[in-house]
């Protein structure tokens, strides 16, 4: 009954170094979705996968790479991490067949600080 | 452009008392909508949506919320407030402008505390 489960949880880093947040789904869903979420800002879409091998970017791509190799998994990188990326991150995913309801299945964040 | 509003960051109530959570939006064409909640530390939970139809539609936990499009709202009501209501509420749009997929907008959230 996992759902969505993000790894790390939390993470601390130094400006510059890189870093990849792993999210699984085991809910056989299309679509994954990594959202970032800063305090007065909500969420916001960084970059989105419809089908394993297919990425798409969001509303705040710049600065992440994603990859979606296996249907279950969508992973985010910073390659080199700045302040700015300080945030919580949510992985989120739906089924195509509630591809006309909008229901997201979140996970439980990852709280990421770079220092 | 299409965006999410809530008017309200924080919001407190007395456990019993009713709650309405304030949400608008502006959205090129007729909008799904969507009332999400936040617990500590955890992730978004669904609690009501509206696609069409009647526009008074009940959630989980008890909650309704009432679309107007004259007024392009989707508040989130509630008659007697728990103190396991204590969360942040996040109220999204989607629908056909958003590129399908599910790409909701999100408000900046309302938080609610609740005193005993």
């Known amino acids: 009954n996992a759902g969505v489960t993000q790894t790390p949880k939390f993470r601390v880093l130094k400006t510059g170094q890189s870093m990849t947040l792993l999210c699984a789904q085991d809910?056989?869903?299309?679509?994954m979705y990594w959202y970032r979420q800063d305090p007065g800002m909500g969420l916001r879409l960084i970059h989105y996968s419809v089908g394993e091998g297919t990425t798409a970017k969001g509303e705040v791509p710049d600065g992440y790479n994603v990859s979606r190799l296996k249907k279950q998994n969508f992973l985010l990188g910073l390659e080199s991490a700045a302040p700015s990326q300080t945030s919580v991150y949510f992985c989120?995913?739906?089924?195509?067949?509630?591809?006309?309801?909008?229901?997201?299945?979140f996970g439980e964040g990852s709280r990421l600080t770079v220092l | 452009a299409q965006s999410v509003t809530q008017p309200d960051i924080h919001i407190t109530v007395s456990e019993g008392a009713s709650l309405e959570l304030r949400c608008n939006y502006s959205?090129?064409?007729?909008?799904?909508l969507f009332w999400y909640v936040q617990s500590p530390g955890q992730g978004l939970q669904l609690l009501l949506k509206y696609f069409s139809g009647d526009t008074l539609v009940q959630g989980i936990k008890g909650f309704e919320a009432e679309f107007k499009r004259s007024q392009s709202s989707f508040n989130l009501r509630k008659p007697s407030v728990h103190w396991s209501d204590a969360a942040e509420y996040f109220c999204a749009v989607g629908g056909p402008l958003s590129g399908g997929y599910n790409k909701l907008i999100f408000g900046a959230g309302t938080r609610l505390a609740v005193h005993p």
């Open positions: 809910m056989n869903h299309e679509y």
């Open positions: 989120a995913s739906s089924g195509r067949a509630s591809s006309n309801t909008g229901e997201l299945f």
């Open positions: 959205y090129g064409a007729t909008p799904y």
